[in-house]
DNA sequence: CGCGAACTTGACTGTAGTCAACCTGCGTGG
DNA sequence: CCACGCAGGTTGACTACAGTCAAGTTCGCG
């Protein structure tokens, strides 16, 4: 459990001043938080499902999953995590397991005990305000999901899921671009609610405004997806 | 903009003390808000889809949903709220708009504004933790509606809703229940995202489980509901 | 070269949506 | 006090979007 080296934290850091002004003591006092890198494989999962989350962790390079179960086994994702995200920063103030954790690709993460989190929160109440609002943004795009599966179509579901992929990974929305995203088509049918043989299908309806090989997006003309998306941006402001 | 009586933002201090310990000096200040009370009747929208939120206030009576609407015009809740819920806490630190608000029967609010939240907040940082603590129980419900609608069938996710906001009302979870819910089955259908005629087609099939009629929820037996709504009700801790 | 995971395709099924008509109960006003 | 209007609920027939099942194909990797 040594001091974290700083230019991981960093995009923690970077990730908080988006939104929130720390002074530099504060953000320092977040560069040294206590962390242990830990590496996962791909398909791995870092928290069982029902599990109390037992700390939090930066996702330093790959892609975490959080996702939940029915009873008959189909899986719903309910968040994608990218580096730069503190994944269960809430169990900080709330223990409650949400849901399983599981990572897509390689990934490393810096573990950081609850109790780092809280005192530093308590110590620094613009620190504990920007940990509130980077949480509350997590709630707003998950309020998007809800949308999004509950009443949108098939082919509108996965192009609004590119389009927020897109703009999460820092794409800006120019005519054309492209990102990694490290899922199989199961995996996108287990974030839009659809079954991996009808994603492919619509992959292949979509395949006009976007194409979705090997873990990479490709958007040949942003606008045209943003339609097929109804996709509104504001959310993730 | 007096200072709230007392009894009604009581409501609120009960709700944060559930699960956060806040001294007595604290929850004075809390009782302490600048408040404005506003009635609607119901029906009405309290926040306009795409407004940015401009107060947060507390439910004092009746209920309020937060809603979504598709570019086709189909709407999703995202959320109920309870009397005793601040609905927009979040807005304190992040005044993004979420969707519409509207009430579902005649329904009295406090007003509370944003300064008031954020001046209590830097003064008291467990109020600060208590706020936080609170919108991440609404993200977790979120979570479970997230659930809900992407993977389960439409009798087991309005079973589900049912046991939700049975134990939100305030029912301890004894073989019969009943509680009131002042929803139309067209509302229910937003909330779960099914067509008003297919709720009602469920209604009937679940009616050895539970009966909705006029706004009033009953449950003959809690167990037979909550197996057909799958319901683990561990994420409203 | 051979295996397995991921993807693809086709045929068929089923849950929930759509459309249309009708019923019921309540509040208002003549 | 009854007549009307209307919102909400009910029912049935038909449709369609997405799920299921089953059989390949492709591709990367050992």
Redesign the interface.
């Known amino acids: 459990m040594n001091p974290a080296p700083s230019n991981h934290m960093q995009r923690f850091v970077d990730r908080l001043t988006e ?1 929130s002004a720390l002074s530099q003591e504060e953000q320092d006092a977040v560069l040294a938080f206590p962390s242990r890198p830990v590496s996962y494989a791909r398909r791995r999962d870092i928290v069982e499902l029902g599990d109390a989350p037992s700390s939090a962790f930066l996702v330093v390079s790959g892609m975490v999953g959080r996702f ?1 179960q ?2 008959g086994g ?3 994702y ?1 968040a994608f995590y990218l580096p730069g995200s503190m994944v269960d920063l ?1 169990s900080a ?2 223990a ?4 399983g954790l599981n990572t897509f690709c390689d990934t490393t993460v810096l573990r950081v005990p609850h109790d780092a989190l809280r005192r530093i ?2 110590r620094f ?1 613009s620190v ?2 920007a ?3 980077d ?6 795009v ?6 999004n ?4 179509n098939a082919q ?1 579901r996965l192009a609004h899921l590119f389009c927020e992929m897109a703009i999460r990974s820092g794409e800006d929305r120019t005519a054309s671009t492209s990102y990694a995203l490290p899922l199989t088509q199961e995996h996108l049918g287990d974030a839009a ?1 659809l079954t991996p043989i009808h994603v492919n299908r619509c992959l292949r309806a979509l395949s006009g405004s976007i194409s979705f090989k090997g873990g990479s997006v490709e958007i040949p003309n942003w606008e045209s997806l943003a339609r097929a998306g ?1 996709f509104e941006p ?2 993730l ?1």
Chains 1, 2 share one sequence.
Not at 96 to 99: A, I, S, T, Y
């Open positions: 939104r939940a029915t009873a189909s899986r719903q309910t809430h103030v709330r409650v397991g949400l849901g929160a308590a109440p504990a305000e940990f509130w609002r949480c509350m943004l997590d709630a707003a998950l309020m998007q999901w809800a949308v599966v509950g009443r949108r509108t609610a109804e504001s959310y402001a």
